[in-house]
């Protein structure tokens, strides 16, 4: 069974500009999530899609952060534009229910 | 808000000896309690989980235990190996939305 596939794996980008990640959860699973993690720290979870439906995007900064999730399946995070603060690794996880989550490898951002 | 801590922040093993990782947790209604095992710069993999229903669980090498009444469970890892050497996260939830801790770097030296 293939897991948590995410692209591109690493960006560096000049701070302004826009950025987008892709992430394609596990099949089947219903319940995908976008974390944060910043360096030596624990992910933070950013928002939460039940199917096509965005169910938890509380941590999400809205004035920069849009994410989306057509069909229920693929979901892209886009930052517009990118701060300095930005840089972390973007995680992508996915769930066959609210509970045990299997991660992506990570899309390792740097905002120059 | 949920508040995840956990210590120690590092820990140095010998090879062969134990390790043991305890975290805490605020939200009472937390019910789902998963550690992960990530190494440097790979994904964060699930090792063990456990439910509030369930006070120990075991698998191979591996243990957490669960104290609902004082809100902290743990990890124990026995005759650990050197591949034991990584950050492990513990992580607590009620509806899915997981509160991670800081992590601790276990090193383990041959």
């Known amino acids: 069974e293939a897991g948590v596939v995410q692209s591109p794996r690493y960006k560096i980008i000049e701070k302004k500009q826009p950025v987008a990640f892709w992430c394609n959860p596990i099949s089947g699973h219903n319940t995908l999530y976008w974390y944060r993690q910043n360096l030596g720290q624990g992910p933070e979870l950013l928002i939460r899609y039940e199917n096509e439906e965005a169910v938890d995007d509380s941590q999400l900064p809205k004035d920069r952060f849009s994410a989306e999730r057509l069909k229920g399946v693929d979901s892209t995070l886009k930052i517009q534009p990118a701060e300095l603060g930005d840089s972390a690794v973007y995680l992508c996880?996915?769930?066959?229910?609210?509970?045990?989550?299997?991660f992506g490898p990570g899309t390792r951002l740097t905002v120059l | 808000g949920e508040n995840v801590e956990q210590h120690p922040s590092t820990l140095s093993v010998q090879e062969g000896d134990s390790a043991v990782i305890k975290c805490t947790y605020s939200?009472?209604?937390?019910?789902?309690f998963p550690w992960y095992k990530q190494e440097l710069g790979k994904r964060p993999q699930l090792i063990i989980d456990i439910r509030s229903n369930v006070g120990e669980k075991k698998d191979q090498r591996i243990a957490v235990t669960l104290n609902k009444t004082a809100k902290h469970f743990s990890l124990h890892i026995t005759e650990t190996q050197p591949e034991d050497s990584a950050v492990y996260f513990c992580?607590?939830?009620?509806?899915?939305?997981?509160?991670f801790g800081q992590g601790t770097t276990l090193q383990v030296k041959p």
């Open positions: 939200d009472s209604a937390s019910n789902y």
């Open positions: 996880a996915s769930s066959p229910r609210s509970d045990t989550q299997y």
């Open positions: 992580a607590a939830s009620k509806t899915g939305k997981l509160i």
